[in-house]
């Protein structure tokens, strides 16, 4: 077994324990591996093992990997930020987004998907906590955001991401994503068909299911610590 695949499966076995003790069932939650900084070498590993949703920060990175990569089954996610001109990159080639806090964006991302591909599957970041550094709208203003990208041809507005700031301990990480689930479920209570509440990373992901998580975002419990290359940048 490599070792890539021995950490997904300590992964998969924290999001079982994790279900097991709030009563979720394992399939509730599904693991997004988080392939950013790491090579194509590194997502055949991963997919090897059966995992084959991928999430990628910077974009043409992500790109590269896909054109690399196709054929195989793989389920891209662009997770991180978006620049203006970087939307039909992301609208060409990638299967969810999950970083939309702009009108704009999802209006761009709209009218760059190609006719001929599936709708783009969208997140709403919200930020929760007030964290300045990680983007998202504030709550108040989710619900006028999420009901303007479902009206969008090309997009299907599945839920929301949100990226808090590290906690102090297990019970803070979960008053934070609380926080998150309260707003997933306004959402829906709005009449928004919603199923993904896209939270948890690697240091708490465990906080992140016992609040409700669908999906977790995990990268340096899978493929290890990160080297950031000088001047390497989300854009």
Same mark, same amino acid.
């Given at each position: 077994?490599?070792?890539?695949?021995?950490?997904?499966?300590?992964?998969?076995?924290?999001?079982? +324990?994790?279900?097991?003790?709030?009563?979720?069932?394992?399939?509730?939650?599904?693991?997004?591996?988080?392939?950013?900084?790491?090579? +194509?070498?590194?997502?055949?590993?991963?997919?090897?093992?059966?995992?084959?949703?991928?999430?990628?920060?910077?974009?043409?990175?992500?790109?590269?990997?896909?054109?690399?990569?196709?054929?195989?089954?793989?389920?891209?996610?662009?997770?991180?930020?978006?620049?203006?001109?970087?939307?039909?990159?992301?609208?060409?080639?990638?299967?969810?987004?999950?970083?939309?806090?702009?009108?704009?964006?999802?209006?761009?991302?709209?009218?760059?998907?190609?006719?001929?591909?599936?709708?783009?599957?969208?997140?709403?970041?919200?930020?929760?906590?007030?964290? +300045?550094?990680?983007?998202?709208?504030?709550?108040?203003?989710?619900?006028?955001?999420?009901?303007?990208?479902?009206?969008?041809?090309?997009?299907?507005?599945?839920?929301?991401?949100?990226?808090?700031?590290?906690?102090?301990?297990?019970?803070?990480?979960?008053?934070?994503?609380?926080?998150?689930?309260?707003?997933?479920?306004?959402?829906?209570?709005?009449?928004?068909?919603?199923?993904?509440?896209?939270?948890?990373?690697?240091?708490?992901?465990?906080?992140?299911?016992?609040?409700?998580?669908?999906?977790?975002?995990?990268?340096?419990?899978?493929?290890?610590?990160?080297?950031?290359?000088?001047?390497?940048?989300?854009?």
């Amino acid at each position: 077994m490599t070792m890539i695949a021995d950490n997904l499966q300590r992964v998969r076995a924290r999001i079982d +324990t994790a279900c097991a003790r709030t009563g979720r069932q394992p399939e509730e939650v599904l693991l997004l591996a988080v392939s950013k900084t790491f090579g +194509t070498d590194a997502v055949r590993e991963a997919l090897d093992t059966g995992q084959k949703a991928f999430g990628e920060n910077y974009i043409q990175e992500g790109v590269d990997k896909i054109n690399a990569l196709s054929g195989l089954g793989i389920e891209w996610h662009c997770i991180g930020p978006i620049q203006s001109n970087k939307t039909r990159l992301v609208a060409q080639h990638f299967d969810w987004v999950h970083s939309v806090d702009r009108l704009k964006i999802a209006q761009r991302l709209s009218e760059q998907r190609p006719a001929g591909l599936a709708p783009l599957q969208i997140c709403i970041q919200v930020n929760v906590d007030g964290g +300045t550094n990680k983007g998202g709208v504030a709550p108040a203003d989710a619900l006028s955001l999420a009901r303007s990208v479902a009206e969008l041809p090309g997009l299907y507005l599945r839920g929301i991401m949100t990226i808090p700031e590290p906690a102090a301990d297990f019970e803070s990480a979960c008053a934070v994503h609380r926080k998150a689930k309260a707003v997933f479920d306004a959402l829906k209570a709005q009449g928004l068909k919603l199923d993904t509440l896209s939270m948890g990373m690697t240091a708490d992901l465990e906080a992140a299911v016992q609040s409700g998580s669908t999906m977790v975002r995990v990268g340096t419990a899978i493929f290890g610590g990160r080297a950031y290359p000088t001047g390497f940048t989300s854009a």
